[in-house]
């Protein structure tokens, strides 16, 4: 979809930049990248392109959708980013969310991903049930990101590599675990993991197995198993659309 970018004030790209400073130190400092991707995928993911509501438009402030079954945890995240975020009042909670996700890939190793700032906040969360279930397959997976956030099966796969980072906690999730053997590295090795099977102390999800096992997701896996640089521009890409769902659509 083609974009219409709104144009910022020089002062506001200026708080972005500094802010995007104290986030890599932030995020260095407290080994907290992965429930930093988790904030800004949470927020994002739940746009219904069909209604146009929902999306990455800084709700996840608000206590209601904080307390959504799968955001269990998330206020960590804003706990951890409230001292910067006081810095900066001027930027949209929006653009913070997001940009704390971008930052936290870039940290880790990952690639390096386009910010375009501009974002306004929503005066209200959207409603609960928009995000993907861990304990379901393919079709679940692309009624959630292709029905309701126009996202491709490209993306899908690409997006589901970010499982690279962090690890769950039975007490947020109900499951317990990492998917890779170093959950603060950004790296193509989630798909190397789910390609060689189940390993005792790894997590892979219903949702994570089913990529094996459809013909147009598994050679995506595959491709991107043995191209880390394939995987990394096909997730800048992936992660930019999620990141602007109904955002500057032209």
């Known amino acids: 979809m083609t974009k219409s970018y709104p144009t910022v004030s020089e002062d506001y790209q200026k708080a972005i930049e500094k802010c ?16 930093m991707v988790r904030l800004a995928w949470h927020s994002a993911g739940t746009f219904d392109c069909g209604s146009k509501t929902g999306g990455p438009f800084g709700t996840m402030r608000f206590d209601a959708e904080q307390g959504h079954g799968a955001n269990s945890g998330i206020h960590i995240a804003l706990r951890l980013l409230d001292p910067i975020r006081e810095q900066f009042p001027s930027i949209s909670f929006a ?39 861990a304990t379901k397959g393919c079709d679940h997976l692309r009624q959630v990101f292709t029905k309701q956030m126009g ?6 796969v690409a997006l589901s590599g970010a499982h690279t980072l962090g690890r769950c906690h039975k007490d947020r999730s109900g499951f ?3 998917w890779t053997s ?49 995987f990394f521009a096909d997730y800048a890409e992936a992660h930019l659309k999620l990141s602007e769902l109904g955002f500057a659509d032209a």
């Not at 995007?20 to 429930?35: F, M, T, V």
């Not at 971008?102 to 991903?113: K, S």
């Not at 996202?151 to 899908?156: A, R």
């Not at 789910?194 to 997701?217: H, I, N, P, R, T």
């Open 176 to 178: 317990e675990g990492a």
């Open 95 to 133: 653009d913070f969310h997001q940009l704390a996700g971008v930052v936290a890939v870039e940290v880790t190793g990952g690639p390096e991903i386009a910010f375009h700032p501009g974002r306004e906040d929503k005066p209200q969360p959207p409603p609960e049930g928009r995000l993907p279930d």
């Open 151 to 156: 996202l491709s099966d490209k993306d899908i």
């Open 182 to 230: 170093n959950p603060l590295i950004f790296d193509n090795s989630y798909f190397k993991e789910l390609l060689s099977g189940e390993k005792e102390g790894l997590l892979q999800f219903v949702s994570d197995k089913a990529l094996l096992d459809d013909l147009v997701f598994r050679p995506l896996v595959e491709k991107y198993a043995a191209d880390e640089e394939a």
């Open 20 to 35: 995007k400073r104290k986030l890599r130190g932030l995020i260095a400092e407290k080994n907290c990248a992965p429930i």
